[in-house]
């Protein structure tokens, strides 16, 4: 299995504190991505990084923040919590672009606002 | 970005074959079609991608339509443990994104 780590797994937090979530990787590998999972929705993209520093928003990135200052660790935050972030926030990594690298995903984080 | 369409939900029996399909009618030239399912409680995991051929791995095969519009997962028997939801997505062009959709929740029938 790939190496990924997410944490914490399990968090419930109040409405309008501030949230980090934490996705780190051993394989050093260069793409990294956010996604959240929701009942009726499927997997949605929040954030996804192409290199330390280089990142960019996907489907649904109102509301969060992400940064990536090394390899291994891609960051994302919510600035104020609110209860439509109750969610299961899965991290995934790849190595390359492109059609031979294959996305590998964390366990998930499950976050509760209240 | 190129979306796919695929039914909510299907069921097999169990040691029968499954196609599973995919409608992607905006791919473009370069995409790759890419399947990945997520069994309970866990994250999705990898099981096959292709291009413009058919594709086998020791989990399953791709079908892809010779127009590439369209294509089928195949899992040749299937067991109590394939019961996951099946997504089939598209890499995006000029991008590095992975779209997931809402995926085809398979059951197995014992």
């Known amino acids: 299995?790939?190496?990924?780590?997410?944490?914490?797994?399990?968090?419930?937090?109040?409405?309008?504190?501030?949230?980090?979530?934490?996705?780190?990787?051993?394989?050093?590998?260069?793409?990294m991505y956010w996604y959240r999972q929701d009942p009726g929705h499927g997997l949605r993209l929040i954030h996804y990084s192409y290199g330390v520093k280089d990142t960019d928003k996907g489907e649904v990135s109102d509301g969060y923040s992400?940064?990536?200052?090394?390899?291994?660790?891609?960051?994302?935050?919510?600035?104020?919590?609110?209860?439509?972030?109750t969610s299961v926030y899965f991290c995934a990594i790849s190595e390359s672009w492109g059609s031979y690298s294959p996305l590998?995903?964390?366990?998930?984080?499950?976050?509760?606002?209240t | 970005d190129a979306k796919t369409t695929q039914?909510?939900?299907?069921?097999?029996?169990?040691?029968?074959?499954?196609?599973?399909?995919?409608?992607?009618?905006?791919?473009?030239?370069?995409d790759y079609i890419h399947w990945y399912r997520q069994l309970p409680s866990q994250g999705p995991e990898y099981v096959i991608h292709g291009l413009t051929s058919n594709v086998n791995n020791r989990m399953a095969s791709l079908a892809i339509a010779e127009d590439r519009k369209s294509s089928t997962l195949i899992l040749h028997r299937a067991t109590l443990r394939d019961a996951a939801v099946y997504y089939c997505i598209l890499s995006a062009p000029g991008t590095y994104k992975?779209?997931?959709?809402?995926?085809?929740?398979?059951?197995?029938?014992?």
């Open chain 1, 104 to 113: 590998h995903f964390g366990n998930g984080t499950r976050l509760t606002v």
């Open chain 2, 7 to 30: 039914p909510n939900s299907m069921e097999s029996n169990e040691e029968e074959p499954v196609h599973l399909p995919c409608n992607h009618s905006t791919i473009s030239g370069t």
């Open chain 2, 98 to 110: 992975y779209i997931f959709g809402t995926g085809t929740r398979l059951k197995v029938l014992a």
């Open chain 1, 1 to 31: 299995d790939a190496g990924i780590t997410q944490s914490p797994r399990h968090k419930v937090t109040e409405t309008g504190t501030p949230v980090t979530l934490r996705c780190h990787q051993t394989e050093n590998h260069r793409y």
């Open chain 1, 66 to 85: 992400v940064s990536r200052s090394k390899t291994e660790d891609f960051l994302l935050t919510l600035e104020s919590a609110t209860s439509s972030q």
